[in-house]
């Protein structure tokens, strides 16, 4: 029998929910191993720790384009991440 090899990894995409912290307004999203909280009206991060539970209040998924604006948030922005790219020199 033989072996079906992905050539492409799959990767997972992220998920953002709407949430509130500490009565500010923003989203929650897990890009990779900590739960972050974006707040877009001042572009701040929180990494949330155990002690933020009791304050949050999560309230419902984020579509698809959002989620993706904070993807790039995330890792700097969209304008960091198209200019941070390798080029290849022939």
């Not at 001042?42 to 989620?67: F, I, K, Q, R, Y």
């Amino acid at each position: 029998m033989a072996a079906i090899v992905t050539p492409f990894p799959a990767t997972r995409k992220s998920r953002a929910f709407y949430a509130i912290l500490h009565g500010l307004a923003g989203v929650i999203t897990r890009p990779h191993d900590a739960v972050l909280f974006l707040d877009p009206e001042s572009s701040a991060v929180v990494t949330l720790t155990p002690a933020d539970t009791p304050h949050l209040v999560v309230l419902g998924e984020v579509e698809s384009a959002m989620a993706q604006y904070l993807d790039d948030m995330t890792r700097g922005g969209a304008a960091r991440i198209a200019c941070s790219r390798l080029s290849e020199v022939a």
